[in-house]
């Protein structure tokens, strides 16, 4: 992968973001993609915190924007690999997260959020 090319997506995705908006957001994914993140379980109620396809993701992201109305994203670095790439960020609480991103066709086909702590069960 690109460094350049990681740079830039990290760019536009943090805009989405903090733009709140849905739709930009969902458009760096593929229609098959697998997700996880350990709000899932809070967010969705699904135990195994795995997401399946665009559209799971889409009510994922839209319940966690309702939830976290002031949701902010600060891109602290990016790391590229072969057809991976990993996002830090630091959020509006001031917690650190990874996001690490397998891709296909410029689009993520499989993802996984990690936090430094534990506190993503505020958002339960």
Known sequence: MDKA???????????AW????LDR?????????????PLVVSFTGDDSGVLHG????RAYYAEGL????DLRFE????R??????VINYRN????????????????VVEGHATYATTYAATYA
């Open 92 to 107: 509006q609480n001031n917690g650190e997260v990874s996001e690490v991103l397998r891709l296909r066709d410029a689009l």
């Open 54 to 57: 665009k559209e799971a993701l």
């Open 80 to 85: 590229v690999g072969v057809a991976v790439m």
């Open 25 to 37: 957001l969902l458009a760096h994914f593929a229609p098959d993609v697998v997700w996880s993140s």
């Open 5 to 15: 090319f990681a740079d830039a997506f990290a760019r536009d995705w943090v805009e």
């Open 66 to 69: 309702r939830r976290i109305p």
């Open 75 to 78: 891109v602290l670095s990016v």
């Open 18 to 21: 903090n733009a709140h908006d």
